[in-house]
């Protein structure tokens, strides 16, 4: 084959596909299962009643054919009910663009705002996601350091804006560290983003995954947010729907439609039969099977929790999200060799937290996302 593209060269695989390569070489080997903790894939079967409306929907007479760019009216207007119903948040049909998962837009996104060698503001720790695609393009990713509990703190970013700051990227609650946001800092990087004229893009992705009786709240709750800001969110983790690829970006009319013209040139939108599937789920939520989907994380998340401290590993129970932030033992070497050395020795792959940014060296991240019948084979 001829010389693959010289942008192949500046970012490396991504992390999740070389740990399940050296998860596959494990296996091999001692043919023994790996237990993993690493990638925060939804394991637990969709509800029934959304199976049955996709399956339907797959039959209906138009399904098969090109859907269009932007939402359909149902799913417009299914999402803005559920916006208003959940976040008091009104939004116009030029403010909602489906999304083949939230992927599709945090990759994308860099398109439709940067150009060659503008820079974009990105968490560290924070989602690989955020920052890939942005080094394959030729744009530049700054990273920015949150408090040391993983908290949003503007005065720390202010610095690090430059004329050619394009964007900031916010993600609560937080993969991988488990953080949430308060109001009263998402107020205030509103109100950073309205001073330096970026674009603030909110990933909530894991709005919905909350414990506790804890609430996530929308950016665009904030009073005018919507000057500056979009919001993705997913049915990914949501109603585990991961592998149909299904999300949303919201906010700012401007740049709904920049993204929509980058994606007319990338993909050819969100198939009708998700689309209605997407509908049947905000518009008639089984909330039975949310709140067992819940109960069952809350169940995972405090019996895994039990098991990291006889790794000496510490941490506080994230409120939200999917993931364990955790502190390895002061004498281990590094978070990557502390994995390692688990999943050679013990069977049990942990993501290191380096993955995640400079930051998060010395931490590890624990996705609860696992069948844990078996857990006490591995402990
Ligand atoms: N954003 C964050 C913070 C994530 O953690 C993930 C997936 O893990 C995504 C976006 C991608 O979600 P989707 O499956 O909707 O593409």
């Known amino acids: 084959m001829p010389k693959p593209a010289e942008r192949l060269n500046r970012f490396s695989e991504y992390v999740f596909a070389r740990l399940a390569k050296r998860v596959a070489e494990v296996e091999k080997r001692t043919g023994r299962k790996v237990l993993g903790f690493g990638a925060g894939s939804p394991d637990i079967r969709p509800s029934e009643k959304y199976l049955a409306a996709f399956a339907a929907a797959i039959q209906a007479e138009k399904a098969h054919l090109y859907p269009g760019y932007g939402a359909t009216p149902a799913f417009a207007e299914a999402l803005g009910r559920w916006y208003q119903k959940r976040f008091g948040v009104l939004l116009n049909r030029d403010e909602v663009v489906p999304l083949l998962g939230a992927k599709d837009g945090t990759s994308h996104l860099p398109l439709a705002l940067l150009d060659d060698g503008d820079e974009m503001l990105i968490p560290n720790p924070g989602y690989p996601g955020f920052s890939g695609s942005l080094i394959m393009y030729g744009m530049k990713p700054v990273y920015y350091p949150l408090t040391a509990d993983c908290r949003l703190n503007v005065a720390a970013?202010?610095?690090?804006?430059?004329?050619?700051?394009?964007?900031?990227?916010?993600?609560?609650?937080?993969?991988?560290?488990?953080?949430?946001?308060?109001?009263?800092?998402?107020?205030?990087?509103?109100?950073?983003?309205?001073?330096?004229?970026?674009?603030?893009?909110?990933?909530?992705?894991?709005?919905?995954?909350?414990?506790?009786?804890?609430?996530?709240?929308?950016?665009?709750?904030?009073?005018?947010?919507?000057?500056?800001?979009?919001?993705?969110?997913?049915?990914?983790?949501?109603?585990?729907?991961?592998?149909?690829?299904?999300?949303?970006?919201?906010?700012?009319?401007?740049?709904?439609?920049?993204?929509?013209?980058?994606?007319?040139?990338?993909?050819?939108?969100?198939?009708?039969?998700?689309?209605?599937?997407?509908?049947?789920?905000?518009?008639?939520?089984?909330?039975?099977?949310?709140?067992?989907?819940?109960?069952?994380?809350?169940?995972?998340?405090?019996?895994?929790?039990?098991?990291?401290?006889?790794?000496?590993?510490?941490?506080?129970?994230?409120?939200?999200?999917?993931?364990?932030?955790?502190?390895i033992p002061d004498d281990a070497p590094s978070s990557e060799e502390f994995c390692m050395k688990l999943l050679e020795e013990r069977h049990i792959l942990l993501t290191p937290g380096s993955a995640f940014g400079s930051h998060g060296e010395r931490y590890v991240r624990v996705s609860i996302c696992v069948n844990i019948d078996a857990i006490d084979t591995y402990f």
């Open 157 to 327: 970013i202010e610095p690090l804006v430059t004329s050619r700051t394009k964007a900031i990227v916010v993600n609560f609650p937080s993969n991988p560290t488990g953080q949430v946001a308060t109001l009263e800092e998402l107020t205030a990087v509103v109100a950073f983003a309205k001073k330096y004229n970026i674009v603030l893009v909110y990933d909530n992705a894991y709005a919905e995954i909350a414990f506790d009786g804890y609430r996530a709240p929308s950016i665009l709750e904030i009073p005018d947010a919507k000057d500056v800001a979009v919001e993705f969110g997913s049915f990914s983790k949501t109603y585990s729907f991961a592998g149909y690829r299904m999300g949303w970006m919201v906010g700012n009319a401007d740049v709904c439609r920049a993204l929509l013209q980058v994606k007319s040139q990338i993909d050819s939108g969100m198939s009708l039969p998700l689309q209605a599937l997407a509908v049947v789920a905000l518009t008639e939520t089984d909330l039975e099977w949310h709140e067992a989907m819940i109960r069952e994380y809350t169940r995972r998340r405090d019996i895994i929790a039990q098991k990291l401290k006889l790794l000496g590993l510490t941490f506080e129970l994230p409120r939200a999200g999917l993931y364990i932030w955790a502190r």
